[in-house]
């Protein structure tokens, strides 16, 4: 973003400086009260619905374009619902989806799909989300054909040249994925997404499959062609250093629910819901030294069941400052500083690393 | 004699065992593609209410390590050679039926997955008690009351209930402890966890490597804790040998080889890591190329195709394989640049950026 550098007669008067509202030119990217529940059915013939899990619950976030944002969580905690609810590859159950100033939520398959090239995903596993009966070119070339994308060149090439840009070489055009490594499938993965030159990336867990080393190579890569092309990331992961590293805001979730949104410094800073000390607390530290001295918060038990999400505010059962208010009274997200927002009742901050 | 492979070091005739002690491990496994040098002279110690961690990429021989002590890997296809002694007994060459009454017994084995690791059919408690029985001459309803004091112990909610469960029915988490249970339910003296966490949420895996920690107290045994992840490394473990294409590259007190590591592949591990205590940088810094192909190892030092201080130590790099040797007393690396060197190396260099 540029700053309010210009000539101040062009600006408009008591223009906010930093948190400018976000007009819809800005945003890529509006959910509102999204939910995603899956129903569960009992009886074989007439099918009963006896229940349902809420995996998404009721979330609401916006996106800028060229940003990153990070969705950390616990497993079972919705984050990977949420990105395919938001990639419409599910549909959601209630709620809206604004993409580039239009209304997805409720399009049909047929309508939705010439949108498909705008919003695209990268998978978790390089084993399985790589057809094995077909090669790179193939693979890489699918959105191209299935969008009817004009190339300049020929679609070889332009594969050709989504190889190198990923880090590969043109000549493993004719090639199949098991003759790759699994950094090298995660990147054949990249080059698929980024074929139908993309405004937004759906990354689920894209680099937990990978050794540390090859790790930072598809991060590095994964942040080098968003500046190159200027793509939006929704980038899910459970390992909160990655995703520091890689997001600018981002957005803890808890039982289908959003508990703290900020920026990335400030939620590792200055964190505020106890959910995050708790995460943040955990994450071990490749230092003997420091690993020994640091504050420890050891959450009991598990998540609970999604089935059945507790009542009030849905951490209280595993949460060590829980009051009567926290069963009864579920907490709303506010905004507590600009840009910060926190769904508890007795937010605190506090320093874990 | 040839230098290519391990260098003289005849190991002191005289030498004091460890209670566990592999020496010169060495594992082949025959493929159609080749000869795979899984494992390739491997030698590391573990003492009683010590844990040690073994950290490495996929495919440098970590998980081979513990099966072979677990006599796991014996079938057809398999070449092991060298020597494991567990408290005095010689492992490699003992008879299958000598290895099955050690294993589950004297030494059991935490594996990462416990979906895959546990029978779906049978219940948890069918699977832990049977664990039990197999070394324990006992009726069922003691293995059973052994089964729900062992669940309690790895902190399952109302193990009453819960030991009739199967597997699908636990979380993640909960397996894992079942796992543990299972594992420690003949009080073993060596325990082998491989990736006992990988698959785990960390605010899971805290509770795990707790529990972990608590265990090994009370039982004073001999943790071989194998992992990726140097985090875990660094609050689990006292040794730590960082494996390399079947090797180990750099041992050492796990205090020391994080404040000064040695060996540029632990570097390079290091540099690669994002990690929360320190400020987040613009870029990683990974370590180049992929690891090696176990069929064809890189001649000399297998790192030098990825080291970046390859060429200060050629030729010697790419032709003589280094062997560890001590640079400070329970220290040793394997690498050919000169101890001084590696040492300025990363005071100046690698320390600063980490």
Known sequence: MTTNATPAGKTTPAEAPKPSPATSEDLLLEVTDLKKHFPVTQGIVYQRKVGAVRA??????????????????????????????????????????????????????????????????????????????????AIVSAPLHLQDIATEHGTKRRVQELLELVGLSPEHYNRYPHEFSGGQRQRIGIARALASRPKLIVADEPVSALDVSIQAQVINLLEDVQAELGLTYIFIAHDLSVVRHISDRVAVMYLGRIVEVADQVRLYEQPMHPYTHALLSAVPVPDPVKEGKRERILLYGDVPSPLNPPSGCRFHTRCWKAKEMCKTVEPPLLTIQPGHQVACHFPEERTLI | MSLTKDGPTPPPATARRGFLDVRDLVVHFFTDDGVVNAVDGLSFSVEPGRTLGIVGESGSGKSVTSLSIMGLNRGRGTKISGEIWLEGQELISASTEEIRALRGSKMAMIFQDPLSAMHPFFSIGAQISEAYRVHNDVSKKAARVRTIELLDRVGIPSPNTRVDDYPHQFSGGMRQRAMIAMALSCDPRLLIADEPTTALDVTV???????????????????????????????????????????????????????????????????????????????????????????????????????PYDAQAAPASREIRPNLIETTPGHQVACHLEPAERQRIFREEVSPGL
């Not at chain 1, 619950?57 to 619902?81: A, H, M, N, P, Q």
């Not at chain 1, 159950?93 to 049909?108: A, E, V, Y």
């Open chain 1, 56 to 137: 998404v619950d009721g979330i609401t976030f916006s996106l800028r374009r060229g940003e990153t944002l990070g969705v950390v969580g616990e497993s079972g905690c919705g984050k990977s619902t949420m990105g395919r609810v938001v990639s419409r590859l599910l549909d959601p159950t209630s709620g809206t989806i604004r993409f580039d100033g239009r209304d997805i939520t409720k399009l049909s398959q047929r309508a939705m799909r010439p949108l498909r090239k705008d919003i695209q995903m990268i998978f978790q596993d390089p084993f399985s989300s790589l057809n094995p009966r077909k090669n790179v070119g």
């Open chain 2, 205 to 307: 895996q805290a509770q795990i490597l707790d529990l972990l920690r608590d265990l090994q107290k009370e039982f004073n045994s001999a943790i071989v804790l194998i992992t990726h992840d140097l985090g875990v490394i660094a609050e689990a473990t006292d040794e730590v040998l960082v494996m390399y294409a079947g090797r180990g590259v750099e041992y050492g007190p796990v205090k020391e080889l994080f404040a000064a590591p040695e060996h540029p592949y632990t570097w390079g591990l290091l540099q690669s890591m994002t990690r929360l205590d320190r400020k987040d940088q613009d870029r990683l810094r990974p370590v180049l190329g992929s690891p090696p192909s176990l069929i064809h190892v890189p001649s000399g030092c297998p790192f030098h195709p990825r080291c």
